[in-house]
Every structure is written in structure tokens, then in C-alpha cells.
């Protein structure tokens, strides 16, 4: 079966540092890749999604970035934090011609 | 452009208790349909789908019928559980920038007190 994992679980960062957050899939090939930000109390917002490796599609314009230097590994970059990028980051897989999406368990950022 | 409307939370229930959270959509072609659920501190998690119109998607009690003539999904639970607690996400699946993706509502928050 497949299964999705995130880490870390949480982070606190400050202001105007480095971030990595990572996302693998298991149990799939060539799967498809999202990236979404859950904001305090509000609904979801797709960041980036991909359809293969290197291939990057971004939804919104800020200053995060995406990567995917392997099949199932999906990586969500930012050179400097802002505050406005505190929030739950969540990575999900599907299944290529599958529109069900299926999530991982998350990565809580707060940013000071 | 596609979008999801439900209904505005927070809904506080007793157990047993039926449930109905609403949905509606707006989208082009025929999307697919999906209700999932956030626990708290977790992900979100595939609760029922439904892929074509008079479909009923159906998982742990809960029901929900795609209704094509008047663009709804609504949620259903004859009972629910203080289990049942959580954020309550409706989605479609369609086609935008030649892409498949996701649109989701809001959210919808549950509390179900014994």
C-alpha cells in the first residue's frame, strides 16, 4: 500500500532564515505531487504541484520554492522566511489519470 | 472558474444526533467530487467520493449524493460520535490550466458533545 510521510512534524524558525521541508511517497511510481499551505482557520491553498521529476508548476507567486529531485521525493524550499509564511504545509500524491488526492500527516511551520 | 461554497461553521452537536453539512459548486464540465476530513494536529484524510452525477459516496456512516441539477454534495450522518469531531473539507476534482487539481471549501468545523 501507499503511504506519504512528511518531516519534520514541526519547525520554529525565525525571520529571514533557510527552510526545507520534505514529502516522499511510498508504494507508487511516477506519481503526481502537491503542495498546499493551510493558513490559521482558513481553508486550502495549492502552492505548487508536479507531474514528474524537475517538472514544477507554482499556483502562487511568494517567496517559496519547489523541487523534485527524485520521483516520490517532493521538497518545499524558502531562502528567507516571513512571517506570513507560518502556517500547516501539507504534501499530497495522486495517482497519474487519478483525481483522488491523497494527504500526508503535515508539517506545522511558525515563524518568529 | 471552479469554486466550492459550504456551509459556515462552527456546528456543535449532541451524540447521536443527524448531521448535514452543506455544499455547493460551481465548475465547467463534470468534476468529481470529494468530502475529506482533518483530525486535529493531522492531515487530511479521503472521507468519500463520488465521480459522476447521482453517485453516492458512502464511508463510516456518512453519505453524500453528487446532485448535478442543483450543484450539491451535502454531507449526511444519521448519528454521530464524539469520534466524529473534526474539520469537515469538501472538494472537486477539475480541469484548470490543463491540469487536474483539487478546489476545496473552507472547512467546516464539528463538535460533538456527549
Known amino acids: 500500500s501507499q503511504t506519504i510521510h512528511q518531516w519534520p512534524a514541526t519547525l520554529v524558525q525565525p525571520v529571514g532564515s533557510p527552510l526545507s521541508l520534505e514529502c516522499t511517497v511510498e508504494?507508487?511510481?511516477?506519481?503526481?505531487l502537491y503542495w498546499y499551505r493551510q493558513a490559521a482557520g482558513r481553508g486550502l491553498q495549492l502552492l505548487f504541484y508536479?507531474?514528474?521529476?524537475?517538472?514544477i508548476s507554482s499556483e502562487v507567486p511568494q517567496n517559496l520554492s519547489a523541487s523534485r529531485p527524485q520521483d516520490r521525493q517532493f521538497i518545499l524550499s524558502s531562502k528567507k522566511l516571513l512571517l506570513s509564511d507560518s502556517g500547516f504545509y501539507l504534501c499530497?500524491?495522486?495517482?497519474?489519470?487519478?483525481?483522488?488526492?491523497?494527504f500526508g500527516p503535515g508539517t506545522r511551520l511558525l515563524v518568529l | 472558474g471552479n469554486s466550492v461554497t459550504q456551509m459556515e461553521g462552527p456546528v456543535t452537536l449532541s451524540e447521536e444526533a443527524f448531521l448535514t453539512i452543506n455544499c455547493t459548486y460551481t465548475?465547467?464540465?463534470?468534476?468529481?467530487l470529494f468530502w475529506y476530513v482533518q483530525y486535529p494536529g493531522e492531515g487530511l484524510q479521503l472521507l468519500l467520493k463520488?465521480?459522476?452525477?447521482?453517485d453516492k459516496g458512502s464511508n463510516k456512516g456518512f453519505e453524500a449524493t453528487y446532485r448535478k441539477e442543483t450543484t450539491s454534495f451535502h454531507l449526511e450522518k444519521g448519528s454521530v460520535q464524539v469520534s466524529d469531531s473534526a474539520v469537515y473539507f469538501c472538494?472537486?476534482?477539475?480541469?484548470?490550466?490543463?491540469?487536474?487539481?483539487?478546489?476545496f471549501g473552507k472547512g467546516t468545523k464539528l463538535t460533538v458533545n456527549p
Open positions: 499530497a500524491w495522486s495517482a497519474q489519470g487519478v483525481k483522488t488526492q491523497y
Open positions: 508504494g507508487t511510481s511516477n506519481p503526481n
Open positions: 472538494a472537486l476534482s477539475g480541469k484548470a490550466g490543463g491540469s487536474e487539481k483539487l478546489v
Open positions: 465548475a465547467t464540465g463534470y468534476p468529481s
Open positions: 463520488a465521480t459522476k452525477a447521482d
Open positions: 508536479s507531474v514528474g521529476i524537475g517538472q
